[in-house]
């Protein structure tokens, strides 16, 4: 079965650093990769997507693929208190329009 | 921006009525789906459409279904609503992939359906 892998967390980091999220995924045949941030009791809301290997960014984030490890990460750099949110790493598989879901990171910045 | 719109954010119903969700996008996407929210169990699939009047299972389409008469309209129907129904219901809609796209989805605001 496909799967996406995220650790639950939470992952705690103080105002200012770098979190660091991570996501790996069991088909090789995964294209496209998205990262989407959660607020408690709203839906995802994408940020970002990558496809090709190496990285990608995008302001304060940073989304890192490498096809080789299956592995899949997403920096947030200065990281702020409305940063915390759950996040979810997602990938598509090449003959499908559906995505897979991981079942999120919580992440808790504290002033 | 892509605007996914749902008609009801919270919702309470009874055992056994028939429950209606409505969803609506309004950026002409050819996919649309409908997932279920549980704490620990993440995000899964119910339906999914890729085009009116298509539609696919996905990984848990036991005790609904699903109607697709207009492009931009997607509805999720619970036959009898069971308690174990219970649940954040969230639709969305993406593009199908091209030069621009590569299939990533856009949430509605969710539904929280409370069965008694």
């Known amino acids: 079965q496909k799967e996406v892998e995220q650790n639950s967390g939470p992952l705690s980091v103080p105002e200012g650093a770098i979190a660091s999220l991570n996501c790996t995924y069991s088909d090789r045949g995964s294209q496209s990769f998205f990262w989407y941030r959660q607020y408690s009791g709203k839906s995802p809301e994408l940020i970002m997507f990558i496809y090709s290997n190496g990285d990608k960014e995008d302001g304060r984030f940073t989304a890192q693929l490498n096809k080789a490890s299956q592995y899949v990460s997403l920096l947030i750099r200065d990281s702020q208190p409305s940063d915390s949110a759950t996040y979810l790493c997602?990938?598509?598989?090449?003959?499908?329009?559906?995505?897979?879901f991981g079942t999120g990171t919580r992440l808790q910045v504290f002033p | 921006d892509v605007k996914v719109t749902q008609s009801s954010r919270y919702l309470v119903k009874r055992t056994g009525e028939k429950v209606f969700l409505e969803c609506v996008q309004d950026?002409?996407?050819?996919?649309m789906f409908w997932y279920r929210q549980d704490p620990g169990l993440g995000l899964r699939l119910i339906y999914f459409s890729y085009d009116v009047k298509m539609k696919e299972k996905g990984d848990i389409p036991e005790g609904y279904s699903v109607s697709r008469e207009k492009k931009e309209r997607f509805s999720l129907i619970l036959e009898s609503a069971s308690t174990n129904q219970t649940s954040m219901y969230l639709c969305a809609s993406s593009p199908q992939p091209g030069l621009a796209s590569h299939n990533e989805q856009f949430f509605g605001p969710g539904t929280r359906l409370t069965v008694l």
């Open positions: 950026m002409d996407h050819e996919n």
């Open positions: 997602a990938s598509r598989s090449y003959n499908t329009d559906k995505l897979i």
